[in-house]
């Protein structure tokens, strides 16, 4: 395993970075009551550099791949082309080799682009490099870790920088030779060892090499993190993948390893998560209750009905490690920051809850001045939308990245196993 290195002495505005990172927040389903971005908070304490447009975990190591070559050969050329024009270059071609190699079949295996086939002309709008991105700067794979990855890319091709070559796997110590200063500018490109024919035999699958480069990055720049503490043991991988593909949240919620977690806060976190959709499962309902007297059918709102009345009856238990506080303090260490709407809704909701959710006058009014200060002129229950809607709208269970997270587990045990080629 190899790294480069650049020295770089200019300072960067981390809350500028920050915005950018949560404008490419992912939302998944119309989130019609704006509960977004507490869902996103659980999320990221548990599985930080995961998101729900990610595909597979050869998506990291490829990309560190991609930007060692920029690196070590793009940019010795006379006229080398800027890092977002070789990426999108490259990262066609990666497309394309990845469609012939997997051939029929190709669009089930979470190659990003592959409904393009083998088309030059055609391409994804949001590449491979900026989907991964997050999650590269916090495994360790990029350095500093922040920056985005168009600063990144200008720092490279910046002249005012000499190249160092540095070895990560060589042991060398250059503190005594680095001022603290330049040592913590310097930037990084740290990547697996890859085979001569790796370009020529490209597949979706991880290699080895991979599997083990990037379990280790993951337990070494994450140890806290929910995904972190799965990595360091094969008997929870293993414990993970003992459940069916379509498996969610709610099922990995309860598998056996959680109790025994030394952390207490992660544990805590799950069983918050957990209990968070539980919770908030109720004002979807009378959402969709109120949906459909409006614009559905009475069929419909007779089974949501029911639903309300299961969920009503499950509260006592839904309630019974609930702590609004951990929630919030949460979704502050992430560095969210709710709506005041949003957090009123909440915690007005919650409060319902306690009260055993009898006063169904009182939880309509709640969602539906939520669903109106959330999505303004587009909200439903204004009565904007066509009549005649017979199915569920909006959220229906939060799986906090869990799909992801499930496929990952599986390509890095199927690598270490040699169990090459497994489906998405």
Known sequence: MSSLGWIDFSSEDSAKVRTVLDLLSDTGVIDELGIGVIRDSFADRMFPGISTVQTRPKYFTLTAHLLKDYAEKELSKTRPRSLPKYLEDEEKRCRIELVKAHGEGRQNLGIIGATFGTDWNRD???????????GLRQYGFISPSNLSLVEFGRRLADGKHRLHALLQDSGEDRGDDDDAMDHEHRLRIHAPDRPEDYW???????????AEFLRAQ?????????LGQ?????????EILELPSSANFEDFAALPFLASLKNESLRATVRQARDFWRLLEGAHVRYNIQLQELLGTSEVVGGFVKRWERWREQLPQYLAEWDTGFM???????????????RQFVEEWIEECYAGAMNESRCDALVKRQELRNKGKRARLRGNGAEGINHWIGLDGLNYRFTEIYQLVRDIRDAELGKGGADA
């Open 124 to 134: 994804v709008v949001r590449k491979p490099s900026s989907i991964y991105w997050t």
């Open 328 to 342: 919030w303090d949460v979704v502050r260490e992430r560095g969210s920051v709710p709506k005041p709407s949003t």
């Open 230 to 238: 799965i990595l360091m043991d094969d008997a929870i991988m293993d």
């Open 200 to 210: 020529d035999t490209l597949s979706i699958d991880l290699t080895k090499e991979e």
């Open 218 to 226: 993951i337990r070494a720049n994450q140890p806290d993190s929910l």
